[in-house]
T-cell receptor
């Protein structure tokens, strides 16, 4: 069974600091990869996704992520965070090899707190 | 452009009672998913539908849980004889298999269930 690990459970940064959130998954086949964000009091929103092609993907609000197949990783980055980036971030994987399996497997999330 | 909607947003019930939640997906989406999220965790998959067919169920979905999508549009999730361990946020998501954004799940605001 596939699993997703987010090693940073709680990250505190000052505004303008750079951000990198780790995500590793355990499946060896072809995968679709996602980052979702949940702002306080709001529902899960898609930040970015990787299906194929350029392993460096850009999402909304200046976020990007890099898929490194050899490391089974899909880390999220942002060069300069803002107070409004305070939220919980979830990495998710959809394995394409499990016949009929379309559900996402999520990591446990990283709570980002940006201090002004 | 309406997103995924869920009703009710909050439900408080007593142990042993039955509850039913409703999800309305994005109109052109043929796939609909149910997830459960507890505090400090990422969403966990419960079940999913393609049109009206329920194609996959997680082992988390005990016999007390049942989901339907009778006409391939909205879906309901019923929990019978609720237990305190059922307290969680129940999330619905939808996706399409075609068009410009296939296999990308969009989430609703969730129904927060509290079992007393």
């Amino acid at each position: 069974a596939q699993s997703v690990s987010q090693h940073n459970h709680h990250v505190i940064l000052s505004e303008a600091a750079s951000l990198e959130l780790g995500c590793n998954y355990s499946y060896g086949g072809t995968v679709n990869l996602f980052w979702y964000v949940q702002y306080p009091g709001q529902h899960l929103q898609l930040l970015l996704k990787y299906f194929s092609g350029d392993p460096l993907v850009k999402g909304i609000k200046g976020f990007e992520a890099e898929f490194i197949k050899s490391k089974f990783s899909f880390n999220l980055r942002k060069p300069s965070v803002q107070w409004s980036d305070t939220a919980e971030y979830f990495c998710a994987v959809n394995s394409l090899m499990d016949t009929g399996r379309r559900a996402l497997t999520f990591g446990s999330g990283t709570r980002l707190q940006v201090q002004p | 452009d309406t997103g995924v909607s869920q009703d009710p947003r909050h439900k408080i019930t007593k142990r042993g009672q039955n509850v039913t939640f409703r999800c309305d997906p994005i109109s052109e989406h043929n796939r609909l998913y149910w997830y459960r999220q507890t505090l400090g965790q990422g969403p966990e998959f419960l079940t999913y539908f393609q049109n009206e067919a329920q194609l996959e169920k997680s082992r988390l979905l005990s016999d007390r849980f049942s989901a339907e999508r009778p006409k391939g549009s909205f879906s309901t999730l019923e929990i019978q004889r609720t237990e305190q361990g059922d307290s969680a946020m129940y999330l619905c998501a939808s996706s399409t298999t075609s068009g410009r954004d296939p296999d990308t799940q969009y989430f609703g605001p969730g129904t927060r269930l509290t079992v007393l």
